[in-house]
């Protein structure tokens, strides 16, 4: 199904003064035709010119069915009698056949998602309006298209990353309608159809990474064992995300621009565990490069004094001195010294 726009009924205002015109006539049509019946009586042309004006009164109004008004960043699918005949995409004031019917099967859809918000209120303010009154008359669904850049905040989803850790993630989508006639006719409703797409596609992308840094884990499918990860490398995941939707929901007319990652966090029943891990790991690392700081000053101390000639001392006086400087250096609280007064040997 390809697009096609309709760029020459932009003549709304033209017609709509045509038509008030017209039922003005009808008006004046009818009295003539009371007035001339009156004074000469039932002939045939009192009786047509009374006819004519009653049945353009009664049926002129669908004419103005024709009218269509769109503002900025809207569209209207249009079709004839089941027949797919042209979209409006342009802002402007617009006349088309009467007869011809709007189609938007996402009208009433209501996603977590900026744009679908009606005229009333919030989702919530549409659930309390239903609650307190029930035989209240359903507002008519807006059949345009909106052609504005649109966020789908996705719900989090709870996923095993590619170590079977189970995490929960949330996105949010940018995306918008770029082909009208594909976004209507080639699936049921691309709205539910964007948010399907965009459940599947993250999972299959976040089952390719681990949460934090793994080894031997190969994230590029190269065979290449790098260090990507969801903290990591988040905007490398995200861009695979949107990737990945995209081509899904090309074939529905929607562009996704972007798509990013807004909750990241290991689901409950094992975020404490992995708390420690964390914190256990922290702590190995800090007390690497403390003890790798503590060997390189007491061998500079060690070279200096040699250098320096400033004592002289044996293996087993060295020995000691290593102990007590790397106790002092590595230890977890201050050195409390004793100062010797004798001899050192």
Known sequence: MNEKILKKNKNGMLMLCLFILLYALSIVVIIMGGVLLERIGAFPGPIALLVCGILYASLGWIPFLGLKILKPQEALVLTLFGKYIGTLKEEGFYYVNPFCSSVNPAANTKLNQSGDVDGEGSKQMNLLSMATSTQAAPASPNRKISLKIMTLN???????????????????????????????????????????????????????????????????????????????SSEIVAERIRQEIQEKVADAGLEVIEARITYLAYAPEIAAVMLQRQQASAIIDARKMIVDGAVGMVEMALDRLSEKEVVQLDEERKAAMVSNLLVVLCGNRDAQPIVNSGSLY
Do not use: H
Not at 210 to 215: G, R, S
């Open 154 to 232: 996705n719900s989090r989803q709870k996923i095993n990353d590619c170590l079977g850790n189970p995490i929960e993630i949330g996105i949010a989508v940018m995306w918008r309608v770029t082909d009208t006639a594909k976004a209507v006719f080639n699936v049921d409703n691309y709205k539910e159809y964007l948010s399907l797409q965009c459940d599947s596609a993250l999972r299959n992308i976040v089952r390719l990474y681990p949460y934090d840094i793994a080894e031997n884990v190969d994230t590029t499918g190269d065979g290449i064992a790098d260090e990507g990860s969801l903290r990591g």
